[in-house]
């Protein structure tokens, strides 16, 4: 998949109170913005597993990518992750890659298969210190805004522990059923969301322009009205 087309969408963006300073010299120095959303690379694996550390393996001993799995797919397809930072610092991501079956099998755990339509969100994660805020949701919107840009993708998929099914369905995530993968003891539902609206087609409509507002800007939908 190519990805030329869509890359200004998803230029990394900074809200009205980026930090800046003024030198001597009057000339404004740019530090880090105060928030950015933007594709994850390779450089920022650590991050990525430092919380999943925390949000999975201090809960349960495991988590949905390990440290080797984040890089592969950090490599193989960026442009399906999307990290939120403030002030440099990673505080929530999504990793996804590409699937070509109607439902997830053990292989979706670790292959992208570049052919697919479907997006396959291995996970989504916040850090601990930002939970509770809306955090996750808005970027699991900006997540789904952004995927309509890609002219191949027709669909989301995720699995997750039963107990999240109300958090994603409030996302418009609708129930495909039990899902064939299970881990050590656990079982999951998977879950999936249409892709639609061609939106790299629509010049001038509201979904190309919604990255450049500030994030705090941002409302996500609760359902799926489209
Ligand atoms: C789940 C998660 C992504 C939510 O992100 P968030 O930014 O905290 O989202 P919110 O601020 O909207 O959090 C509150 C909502 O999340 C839901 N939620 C969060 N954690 C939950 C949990 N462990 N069980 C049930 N619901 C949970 C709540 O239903 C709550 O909904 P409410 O608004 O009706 O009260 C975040 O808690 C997280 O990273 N958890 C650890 C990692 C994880 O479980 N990821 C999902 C599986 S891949």
Redesign the pocket.
Known sequence: MTVVGVLPFITPMQSSSSSSTISPGNQRRHTLPASEVRPLNTHDAVSVFE?ERE??IS?SGDC?LHLDEVRHFLTLCPELSMGWFEEGRLV?FIIGSLWDQDRLTTDALTLHKPRGSTVH????????T??????????MWRYLQYLRYLPNVRRAV?M??D??V??YH?SGFKVLGRCAITVANLTFTEMWYPISGHAYMRRNSEAIRFPQLPVSMETPKTDDTR
């Open positions: 919380i949000a999975f809960v949905p929530a969100i291995h996970v989504l994660a916040v850090h601990r930002f939970r509770q805020q809306g955090k996750g949701p808005i970027l995720l997750c522990e107990f999240l109300p958090f409030k």
